[in-house]
């Protein structure tokens, strides 16, 4: 089975403080993204990768950055964490082309305070 | 920018009986794959089902099946047979087919609230 794991399931940050959101794929997959998720808007993609080093801006990647150095691993990188980057953070990984079916982390629920 | 759109924020059913979701898509491509992912309260996000928009028959994954319309950029679930591990948030998906480099979008959600 595809296995997609996020390190934390809850993380609490003060404002300014630097975030790093780790996810691994065990299945070599090359598509993996980061999504937010809040109520009533769904899930909104801040960044993706399709390979190693390669990434591509989503929705909203205001205040995120991305890091993508092996292929298994996925980071996002709140720079200086404010109390409006609250939210749940979900990792997501993929392969391209036939079969696009993406497998999703737990999910980490970030409270910035 | 392709948009996916859950008009219904909440839905309600009772257990045994079927329910139908919407979704609403919009997209200038041809080809293209839409999914419904359920999250439960556990918050783990599972795929239900998946269309590929040049297939016409509509897919089906036991009580799950969905009406895929096309010309109208519309896909529906229909739960037949409601069960109480059936309550979740459902999401609907889409992504472009072409080539690598595509974005998963998602719509706003359903929450399914399975009465007994």
């Known amino acids: 089975d595809v296995k997609v794991t996020q390190s934390s399931r809850y993380l609490v940050k003060r404002t300014g403080e630097k975030v790093f959101l780790e996810c691994v794929q065990d299945?070599?997959?090359?598509?993996m993204f980061w999504y937010r998720q809040d109520p009533g808007l769904g899930l909104r993609l801040i960044y993706f990768?399709?390979?190693?080093?390669?990434?591509e801006k989503g929705d909203i990647p205001e205040g995120y950055s991305v890091s993508r150095e092996k292929k298994e691993r996925f980071s996002l990188i709140l720079e200086s964490a404010s109390t409006n980057q609250t939210s749940m953070y979900l990792c997501?990984?993929?392969?391209?082309?036939?079969?696009?079916?993406?497998?999703f982390g737990q999910g980490t629920r970030l409270t910035v305070v | 920018a392709q948009t996916v759109t859950q008009s219904q924020p909440e839905m309600s059913v009772q257990e045994a009986e079927t329910v139908t979701l919407s979704c609403t898509y919009d997209?200038?491509?041809?080809?293209?794959?839409l999914f419904w992912y359920k999250q439960p309260p556990s918050r783990q996000m599972i795929l239900v089902i998946r269309?590929?928009?040049?297939?016409?028959q509509n897919a089906t994954e036991n009580r799950f099946s969905v009406n895929f319309q096309k010309a109208a950029k519309s896909f529906s679930l229909k739960i037949s047979d409601s069960q109480l591990g059936d309550a979740a948030m459902y999401f609907c998906?889409?992504?472009?087919?072409?080539?690598?480099?595509?974005?998963?979008?998602f719509g706003g959600g359903t929450r399914l609230m399975v009465k007994p």
């Open positions: 997501a990984s993929s392969l391209t082309y036939t079969n696009t079916e993406a497998f």
């Open positions: 299945m070599d997959h090359e598509n």
């Open positions: 990768s399709y390979d190693v080093k390669m990434k």
């Open positions: 997209t200038s491509e041809s080809d293209y794959y």
């Open positions: 269309q590929e928009a040049y297939k016409q």
């Open positions: 998906a889409y992504i472009r087919a072409d080539n690598a480099g595509n974005m998963l979008t």
